[in-house]
């Protein structure tokens, strides 16, 4: 059971926007920034976004993310084949001592 | 550009202990202002952070782990390692082991797999 709560699964046709959402609570995502990784299978995460809504350095542009209140998400304009992978989203949580939490990943698909 | 490797056993016995080591290249683990972290993620399932060590020697762990967990740092080596006692099936997972900023994971390790299995 992950801290913070993500669909399992998200699909869209090349070309379409996409949102990806990511929800937390007071002590995780509210006081917090919020980081976004892409997985491909059977590689390593790579950091896409950091601290809420920057892109990693070579991240095209169609890749954004944002955050309100308790709730973050990941969206991608103009959908394209090569973004099918999992993507992850984390933060600090603030409530027993200060850790890393991740969400449990949302499997996008490109139809 | 920082490069990371993972090394360690691939298959631990349960109620034994699980080490593993990241070696860094391409840059000194006692210069840089990063923290070093471990990272997990089981089989078809999301990512968990392990800890993180950083470059005051300040050691952080996930709350549900600290009570097994040991991260180390040897800058003799250039490397940083991971202990976790006491395995379970549980802990059967890829281990990743990462550069941090805050709680930004920006290098990452290929990751290894070690399975707990007797």
């Known amino acids: 059971q992950s801290v913070l709560t993500q669909p399992p699964s998200a699909s869209g046709t090349p070309g379409q926007r996409v949102t990806i959402s990511c929800s937390g609570s007071s002590s995780n995502i509210g006081s917090n920034t919020v980081n976004w990784y892409q997985q491909f299978p059977g590689t390593a995460p790579k950091l896409l976004i950091y601290s809420n809504n920057q892109r990693a350095s070579g991240v095209p542009e169609r890749f954004s993310g944002s955050k309100s209140g308790t709730s973050a998400s990941l969206t991608i304009s103009g959908l394209q084949s090569e973004d099918e992978a999992d993507y992850h989203c984390a933060t600090w949580d603030d409530s027993l001592s200060t850790y890393v939490v991740f969400g449990g990943g949302t499997k996008l698909t490109v139809l | 550009q920082l490069q990371l490797q993972e090394s360690g056993p691939g298959l631990v016995k349960p109620s034994e202990t699980l080490s593993l080591t990241c070696s860094l290249s391409g840059g000194s683990i006692s210069t840089t202002r990063h923290s070093w972290g471990w990272i997990r993620q089981p089989p078809g399932k999301g990512l968990e952070w392990i800890g993180t060590s950083d470059y005051t020697g300040t050691i952080s762990y996930t709350p549900s782990l600290k009570s097994r967990v040991t991260i180390s740092v040897d800058t003799s080596k250039n490397q940083f390692s991971l202990r976790l006692s006491s395995v379970t099936a549980a802990d059967t997972a890829v281990y990743y082991c990462?550069?941090?900023?805050?709680?930004?994971?920006?290098?990452w390790g290929q990751g290894t797999l070690v399975t707990v299995s007797s």
């Open positions: 990462a550069t941090m900023v805050g709680s930004e994971a920006w290098s």
